[in-house]
């Protein structure tokens, strides 16, 4: 996570024209997906996924949430980090989705499911270790 992730929220609203004071309370936390990348602490084992999410509150223009993974190798949890141009492209993602939340008549196609960095490709991550998919005992994350 870039460590000024605040900062970079509030200036991708400033330049999307998005004000937080417009946001309503059910449309403010807007979650979407992004490639992240994660170094376990406890064995060096590296990894990266196209599908790591993180949910944006737009009306406090923080961070409300971002969903761990397990090591692969040793089982912890970690949260992922993101690239600043990464984290740029999941602003702009989540502004466009708050936007089609609030209004579902808007002209604005349908966010992008992939990513700057290209297509994920299934499986993106075994469920088993992501705690968006309930670490295997919920829906799969990339199913809808
Ligand atoms: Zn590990
Ligand atoms: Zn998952």
Redesign the pocket.
């Known amino acids: 996570m870039p460590v000024d992730s605040e900062d970079i929220i509030r200036e991708v609203m400033a330049e999307e024209g998005a004000s937080p004071a417009e946001i309503p309370d059910h449309s403010k936390r807007q979650g979407v997906r992004g490639y992240g990348q994660s170094e376990?602490e406890?064995?060096d084992?590296t990894w990266s996924t196209y599908r790591a999410h993180v949910v944006f509150d737009l009306q406090e223009q923080v961070v409300a949430k971002i969903y761990k993974q397990k090591?692969k190798?040793?089982k912890?949890e970690h949260v992922p980090s993101f690239p600043e141009d990464e984290f740029t492209v999941m602003i702009e993602k989540a502004i466009k989705q708050e936007k089609l939340f609030r209004d579902p008549n808007s002209t604005l196609r349908k966010v992008d499911e992939g990513g700057r960095r290209g297509r994920p490709q299934r499986p993106p991550h075994e469920s088993k270790l992501c705690e968006k998919c309930g670490y295997g005992n919920g829906k799969k994350c990339w199913e809808r």
Do not use: V
Request: hydrophobic share 0%; net charge positive; with cysteine.
């Open positions: 376990c406890n064995c084992r090591c190798r040793c912890q």
